[in-house]
């Protein structure tokens, strides 16, 4: 394997964390590093959900990579919530502060920071990626705000991990028609979907509570839609507070349908008529173009649940998945992998490599983000854009992948793909 | 009223010392340069954003690889956000590289895996003709060899391996990256070719990074004059371009904050002489056209290229001036361009209201402090609250900025240019000027504006 990356499939932890706490209403990301980790990232943001995103930096300059970085923290926190009275604020490390050795737990346990809720989050640059970030954040939130008292309230914990606005969506309208009490962790939905409204709040509106991330221990069960990021959290509030857990990714028919069944095992509510509807209408799109998508060869280029989820669906529309990629390594993706699809498998490879085996794979269509529009172009085939970043078309973060109606979407993007491939 | 606390900046009063409102007769310039206040959401970037985003980005024919963990090189691939354009599109701006460091090589060291990246980045694309490398902030702390790991490379496989110690932490801003850029290419890369041929009319065109193709207009009006660009420093530049800059008998420097440094050195060890340019608006570009014919002795051909140009433009400007005559605007830009388009848009009637850099040194706010009228506020470094309140108190008709703060400005119903990476540009000289007016225009008129509606008239 070669030592040199060549056009990365992954981002670093810092951003997956950053994506975490702004589906938190109020709460302010904080990144112990120097400038550029923020300034960059910030533009990722910008550019794939056209919003303002504000995220505050301890700016670490050669004093503080020698002597520690502690006063810069400290300042910083002290700065925020004078300023900005957050309810929250995440202190996200990265390979500079991490490298320093700054002990992040101790010095916020000794500030005794009254006004805002100061998490650490531990997230060195120089191990997983983005989606570990995002699950790294997560974790630390759950871990360190859920307070567990009785009674238990009744609600589902619902973790999307780093999705869409559109598709967090989707999941609440399918909840919201089940009639059920849940609560999204971290909800982006509207923080980064923001309407142009004046005055402008101080915070976005919208975003998980921090009551709510209180009250999550009291939750009957906890659903993760993407394993590796939201995962953990899960497996945390199982093993602490004892609720029912499951991992699904609700892309395509099946994933769906059990993505249902599992809310309604662990609620006792039956799937209502609407969404029996919902699940006819996609499979009637499906049934419409399947003359379009069957036969079809497909490479997948996504975060590790996104891509498992998006062959199996891709397998139900009669296309083969001849070449699933995921992002970020894994023991756990590499064997899921295994069972979705007999073609070639990359796990944790660059762009580079992907290429390479989209051509070696006589791949008819492409599913990425934007990095990966230059190999559609090179290699001649369909394109579908998804996951993050995208940013050279517009408007994708509105618009949901998930559940049925996100399905008839996809559905629809991808037999478009092909047609417009078709008359090139 | 000289120096001035901002209502947004009560817990931080040494943001005093950075915010100045312009008063007659006094010589106060704003504190700049400095490290940023922690915690305050500057709009700031770093030593390796100076260095490799801003500075080596552009140079099209060399493999940029990042050592480091794989963040800093996903953010500048393919220039970022930035619109440096090239000839050579599918190689530069395509590719990014990096050593993608993993905790092992944190805890016992990067160095074979960086030499190990160098070969075989170098493998695959045999026709780069040199690889920078570029150290990001954890290779500063467990000190990789870097100069040595370049000089056995370069050895291995026969090319310029360049190391940059550009670590994100070392200096308060981009601007520190940018000297330390200019130093490295100095150092190893000028004066190691010469031209094919020389004439007497060669000049470099120093600080200008090609955004959105400005040098693609710039080049000509001085080609038509009988002179020839020796080498752009770093916009579409080859390797090989830098190579021979020294050769030049002027350099023209467009950019003032980020290469000072090249021009300085070059002038020391070859005798070249500096030009500042702005080539920005009607009246900028054509002093530059006039002060560089001076230098080579060509008055006569530049009146004519002149006369041409402004002739073409002008009836159109005029136009545009009726349009927006009375209009306020607020300038927030890196650092020269802040000063450089106070008079592109004096030009187009509109007046500066407040001015900033985000990494000004004092000739900065020196020059910005010469073009603004009285009353102006000029700041240093702004952060995001800072600018929300100039945004929402000082009522300007248009903001220019960039990215990070466009969705502040629209958020805030204030229409927006990206004056870092553009619009629709290029916007230097005379017909880049009609791009930039057309777009305040088209950002200024958007009947959007007017359709928001506020929370309590819903
Ligand atoms: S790790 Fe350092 S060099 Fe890399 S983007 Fe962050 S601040 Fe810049």
């Known amino acids: 394997m070669r030592s040199v990356t060549i056009n990365p499939a992954k981002m670093c932890q810092p951003i997956g964390a950053m994506y975490a706490l702004f589906g938190v209403h109020a709460a302010v990301p904080l990144v112990h590093g120097s400038q550029g980790c923020t300034a960059y990232p910030m533009r990722m943001f910008n550019r794939h959900f056209g919003e303002l995103v504000q995220v505050a930096v301890s700016s670490l300059g050669e004093d503080a990579s020698v002597f520690g970085g502690k006063k810069n923290l400290v300042v910083s926190i002290e700065n925020i919530i004078a300023r900005r009275h957050p309810e929250l604020i995440g202190v996200i490390t990265t390979c500079l502060s991490e490298t320093i050795g700054d002990d992040i737990d101790g010095i916020i346990r000794e500030g005794n920071f009254e006004e805002s809720k100061v998490v650490p989050i531990h997230t060195p640059s120089y191990v997983g990626s983005h989606v570990t970030g995002y699950d790294n954040a997560l974790k630390a939130l759950v871990t360190t705000l859920s307070v567990d008292s009785e009674p238990e309230n009744a609600r589902l914990n619902i973790l999307p991990g780093m999705v869409n606005p559109g598709d967090v969506i989707e999941i609440k309208q399918m909840l919201d028609s089940m009639n059920i009490a849940y609560t999204i962790l971290s909800d982006i939905s509207e923080t980064l979907n923001a309407p142009l409204i004046l005055p402008k709040p101080p915070f976005p509106r919208g975003g998980s509570s921090v009551a709510e991330l209180e009250d999550c221990a009291k939750a009957r069960g906890v659903i993760a839609l993407c394993e590796h990021a939201g995962g953990s959290a899960a497996v945390y509030l199982k093993g602490k507070y004892g609720m029912a857990a499951d991992t699904i990714c609700p892309i395509g028919v099946a994933n769906t349908d059990r993505f249902l069944d599992a809310v309604c095992d662990m609620t006792g509510v039956e799937i209502p008529y609407s969404l029996e509807q919902g699940r006819g209408r996609l499979i009637d799109a499906m049934v419409d173009v399947h003359m379009k998508t069957c036969g079809k060869r497909a490479a997948i280029s996504a975060d590790p649940d996104i891509a498992l989820a998006l062959a199996e669906f891709v397998t139900e529309l009669g296309m083969e998945p001849v070449v699933v990629s995921s992002s970020t390594a894994s023991r756990k993706f590499l064997q899921k992998a295994k069972s979705v699809t007999d073609g070639e498998i990359l796990n944790g490879r660059d762009l580079y490599e992907l290429q390479r085996a989209v051509k070696d794979n006589e791949t008819d269509i492409l599913f990425g983000n934007t990095k990966c529009t230059p190999i559609a172009k090179d290699e001649d085939i369909a394109f579908v854009r998804c996951g993050f970043p995208v940013y050279d078309r517009v408007g994708y973060h509105r618009y949901g992948i998930m559940g049925y109606h996100g399905g008839i979407y996809l559905t629809d993007m991808i037999t478009n793909a092909i047609l417009e491939w078709g008359e090139r | ?458």
């Open chain 2, 1 to 458: 009223m000289p120096l001035t606390l901002l209502n947004s900046d009560k817990a931080i009063p040494e943001r005093e010392k950075h915010t100045y409102i312009k008063a007659p007769s006094e010589s106060i310039l704003p504190l700049s340069n400095v490290q940023t206040t922690p915690g305050d959401f500057t709009e700031r970037g770093c030593t390796y954003a100076g260095c490799l985003g801003v500075v080596c980005g552009p140079i099209k024919d060399v493999i940029h690889l990042v050592h480091g963990p794989i963040g800093c090189a996903y953010w500048t691939w393919g220039g970022g956000t930035r619109q440096n354009l090239s000839d050579n599109p599918s190689f530069h701006r395509k590719y990014c590289f990096s050593t993608d460091m993993q905790e092992d090589n944190i805890i016992f060291g990067g160095e074979d895996k960086l030499y190990e990246s160098i070969l075989e980045a170098h493998e695959e694309f045999p026709e780069a003709k040199g690889v920078f490398v570029y150290a990001t902030c954890a290779i500063g702390l467990i000190g990789d060899d870097l100069k040595g790991v370049c000089k056995r490379a370069e050895d291995e496989i026969g090319i310029r391996v360049v190391p940059f110690n550009c670590e994100g932490f070392r200096g308060c801003s981009q601007s520190l990256g940018h000297h330390i850029a200019n130093d490295t290419l100095f150092e190893r890369v000028v004066g190691t070719k010469e031209p094919e041929y020389l004439t007497d009319y060669d000049m470099n065109i120093i600080g200008d990074y090609n955004i959105q193709g400005d040098l693609w207009e710039i080049m000509p009006l001085f080609e038509r004059m009988g002179i020839r660009i020796l080498s752009t420093f770093t916009g579409n530049a080859s390797i090989d371009d830098i190579a021979q800059a020294h050769r030049a008998k002027l350099n023209l420097m467009h950019c003032q904050r980020s290469t000072p440094y090249i021009c300085e050195k070059m002038e020391e060890k070859y005798g070249i002489p500096v030009l500042k340019a702005s080539l920005f608006g009607v009246e900028q570009t054509s002093k530059a056209l006039r002060d560089v014919a001076a230098f080579f002795g060509l008055e006569d051909k530049a009146e004519e290229i002149i006369e041409e140009e402004v002739s073409k433009v002008s009836p159109k400007i005029a136009a545009y001036r009726t349009k927006f005559e009375g209009k306020r605007v607020f300038i927030y830009q890196g650092a020269p361009r802040a000063w450089h388009w106070v008079n592109m848009f004096r030009e187009l009637g509109v007046e500066t209201i407040a001015a900033a850099t985000t990494f000004g040194h004092e000739d900065d706010y020196a020059k910005i402090c010469e073009r603004v009228n009285d009353g102006v506020l000029v700041i240093d470094n702004p952060n995001s609250l800072e600018l929300e309140e100039i945004l929402t108190d000082w009522k300007p008709d248009l903001f220019i900025s960039g990215l990070k703060e466009k969705y502040l400005s629209y958020k805030l119903g204030v229409p927006f240019i990206n004056g870092h990476s553009y619009e629709k540009g290029p916007y230097a000289v005379y017909s880049g000027f009609l791009n930039f007016a057309r777009d305040v225009e088209k950002t200024l008129f958007a009947p959007v504006w007017g359709l928001i509606r506020r929370e309590n008239d819903a």
